[in-house]
């Protein structure tokens, strides 16, 4: 092989001692062996001259251990006081200012500068995961505040704070041009789809902040999460069509390399000086050069000695994601890129296949990390990354273009951003079909060996190609290719077939289910002992059955019918006839009995308990609802929990429109309630009123994906946020549950059901 791979030693050496804490013993059985393999070097050799003695990878190696575990000892980290929980005042500042942008609530990570302890304070800067649920003001840079701190088990963050108290601000952050330019961009992408005005920021600038939950979900569940992050390959995708363009125009090589470099750093300004920007256009940089120049030995070793004295000035870096996204994205760019633009050559013009082969290697390298962030394995990552990267180098040059243009020319780049507005959109499309796609994330071995055995399936994979195309024998090349062939259909013959009857684990604990019937409503209550209340069926053969099936729930002691509609009442027949035993069938003062014989009408003020379990008939009047439309003579329930916590309300609204539950609730006023299921699906004749006097922390809407009734309306998703609601929604999410835990009201998805 002509690539010297002993720079990986040394990385390897320092990583391990920089993630691991090693016990003393370890360190002087490491510094013996090393006595011991310096001593060998010594000793008469009959090799040739320059060449390498066989241990020399495990020298280099125990070098990078043994430097930075004795730093690490001189230098010892700054600390809180002993105890995995506890409550401090400190002086604290987010990490990313745009957390502190104003609003109701902030949360990110963020760095302890000073804590108080023994009467006085105490310099120290600890990294934390922080929420603060108390308005923090726009620009807001180190604030005072008490903090309820829980150790973190592991992570680039030491400890979970959330702010106990109002936040006093001690300094500001002034916006900069910089913020300025980024403020106008977003605003120039006002009337592209919803998909591209949360993703075009971040595939830019890294800007997350338009993600709502749902996309960012499905984001990370297609494996793409890493394309809204900067990134040492975001940096050096920037770059190398920088580099492309010189190449057009013949600029010379070093000329090229050196304003390569101030395209990065100035992209870096733009960014923010973050310590993690910094280091991945550190690492950014040294791809890109290692493409220009063609050395991709001496990049490897400088790649290997940067990331080595990065260790060593800050050993925390060892465990922190950001980090190892940026070294092992650079990594793959620098001993996959040649062999990957060999292989797309022959179906991509020269320049797209050196941009395409750039993401790919990057992204495949990275993929232990990301399983170990999402403790799941997204099937369909390799197949979504090579789907959309040749979409990355076109979305970030026009992107960056139409950013530059956004203040100086608003109307041409007004239209020119269409063209990576309608990328991104097919992007955010791409994440949302194969985040619904059966078996899309997949449960990884938790902990370290789940972590050991993505990293040797990497390498397996990663040394296959790399020999596959550097070795002189044409045999091992063969045989190397041939091996990486064979792997390939054995995961497309065998994993693919299998997750067809993958099925998500359901949690036992779980209290109401929001099954995803399309477009209508059906909602579970958990009773235990496979037993549940039912709210609605659905529309007929809206897999109501398959999602009682994969519940558990094997009898039904209340079936609630809210409303003749056939998106609620169209499964009924179906129920009756599966098997499924029910007990009581209940309706409104509004239900035609004749459609349902047996049915029992419930008057509003009924109230009955089951259990742990109460609930409340609120409506609708009987005056009403003789003369209403059906919409109007919906059944309005509020269930209310009984937890450990205290009482948890449930208030599902039926498909009551404004003027109705307008004058339902001056007749029953009530109270705030936990969950809200809105009212017609969540349409503009559902009103929103509702929304501000529940005042709920968790909104569901069940409702069609690309329905044609445009349900939900933005207006009810735009007073949602404003009052601080969590949305699930069926057509983004599939089947949603919801369980009560110490911590409020937690919701999952579990995907589209199989049908």
């Known amino acids: 092989m002509n690539t010297d791979f002993r720079g990986l030693w040394l990385l390897a050496g320092a990583w391990v001692a920089a993630y691991f804490t090693l016990p003393a013993w370890v360190l002087w059985c490491s510094l013996a062996l090393l006595v011991l393999l310096l001593a060998l070097l ?386 955010g499309k791409v994440a949302h079909f194969a985040s619904g796609l059966p078996g899309a994330a997949r449960p990884w071995p938790e902990g370290l060996g789940g972590i050991i055995l993505a990293v040797m399936l990497a390498v397996v994979l990663c040394t296959l190609l790399i020999v596959g195309r550097e070795t002189e024998k044409l045999r091992v090349r063969q045989v190397a290719l041939g091996v990486l062939g064979a792997i390939l259909v054995c995961v497309l013959a065998l994993v693919l077939p299998a997750t067809l009857f993958y099925r998500e684990k359901v949690p036992p604990q779980w209290s109401i289910a929001m099954c995803d019937v399309g477009q209508g409503d059906a909602f579970v209550i958990n009773l235990g002992d496979a037993r549940g209340w039912l709210i609605d069926t659905g529309p007929p053969e809206s897999g109501l059955l398959a999602c009682l099936d994969r519940l558990g729930i094997q009898s039904l002691s209340k079936v609630f019918i809210t409303h003749t509609h056939n998106d609620h009442f169209g499964g009924v027949e179906e129920l009756e006839d599966s098997g499924v035993q029910i007990d009581e069938r209940l309706v409104s003062t509004g239900f035609d009995l004749e459609l349902w014989p047996g049915a029992q009408v419930l008057e509003p003020g009924t109230q009955q308990v089951a259990g742990d379990i109460r609930f409340e008939v609120i409506g609708p009047e009987a005056k009403f609802a003789q003369f209403a439309e059906p919409n109007d003579t919906s059944l309005v329930l509020r269930f209310s929990f009984a937890t450990k916590n205290g009482i948890v309300d449930f208030f599902a609204a039926g498909d009551m429109e404004t003027e109705a539950m307008d004058r339902l609730l001056k007749l029953h006023p009530q109270g705030p309630a936990a969950i809200l299921k809105a009212s017609h699906h969540g349409a503009r004749n559902g009103g929103t009123e509702i929304l501000e006097q529940i005042h709920p922390q968790v909104l569901l809407i069940s409702v069609g994906e690309d329905n044609s009734y445009g349900h939900p309306h933005p207006q009810t998703l735009e007073v949602a946020k404003q009052i601080g609601a969590e949305v699930f929604r069926t057509d983004q999410s599939g089947t949603v549950l919801l369980t009560f835990t110490t911590e409020g009201v937690l919701g999952t998805s579990l995907g589209t059901p199989v049908r």
């Open 42 to 427: 010594l000793r008469a050799r009959h090799d040739q001259a320059h060449s390498a003695p066989w241990f020399s990878g495990p020298l280099i190696l125990l070098l990078g251990l043994i430097a930075v575990s004795m730093l690490g000892l001189s230098n010892p980290p700054c600390q809180l006081p002993a105890g995995s929980e506890q409550q401090r005042r400190a002086v604290v500042s987010f990490q990313d200012p745009a957390s502190a942008q104003g609003g109701a609530s902030a949360a990110g990570p963020a760095q302890i500068q000073r804590y108080w302890n023994q009467d006085r304070w105490v310099q120290c800067q600890v990294p934390v995961y922080l929420s603060v649920e108390y308005g923090l003001p726009a620009h807001a840079g180190e604030f005072e505040v008490i903090l309820d701190l829980d150790a973190a088990q592991a992570g680039s963050f030491d400890w979970w704070a959330r702010a106990a108290s109002e936040p006093k601000v001690r300094s500001w952050v002034e916006p900069t041009a910089a913020d300025f330019l980024k403020q106008r961009f977003v605003l120039s992408l006002g009337q592209l789809p919803d998909n591209a005005q949360a993703l075009l920021p971040g595939m830019l600038y890294g800007d997350r902040s338009g993600q709502d939950e749902a996309l960012g979900d499905a984001m990370k569940t297609s494996g793409l999460s890493h394309l809204t992050a900067v990134s040492g390959s975001n940096i050096a995708l920037i770059a190398a069509i920088v580099l492309v363009l010189f190449r057009l125009f013949s600029v010379p090589r070093a000329p090229s390399a050196i304003l390569t470099i101030g395209v990065v750093g100035l992209f870096t300004w733009f960014v923010g000086p973050d310590p993690s920007v910094l280091r991945a256009s550190l690492m950014g940089s040294i791809a890109v050069i290692s493409v220009l120049l063609g050395r991709g030995q001496g990049s490897l070793g400088i790649l290997c000695l940067t990331g080595t004295v990065l260790l060593v000035a800050d050993r925390s870096l060892g465990a922190e994601p950001a980090f190892a996204l940026s070294v092992l994205a650079t990594l793959g760019i620098i001993m996959l890129a040649p062999a990957l633009t060999e292989i797309l050559a022959q179906f991509l013009p020269s320049c797209l296949a050196q941009l395409t082969a750039i993401c790919c290697a990057a992204q495949f390298t990275c993929l232990p990390v990301i399983i170990a962030l999402n403790s799941n394995f997204s099937l369909y990552s390799l197949p979504t990354n090579l789907l959309v990267a040749p979409l990355l180098p076109l979305i970030t040059s026009v992107g960056m273009v139409c950013l530059l243009l956004c203040t100086p020319l608003p109307g041409f780049s007004g239209v020119l951003i269409w063209v990576p507005g309608l990328l991104a959109e097919a992007i």
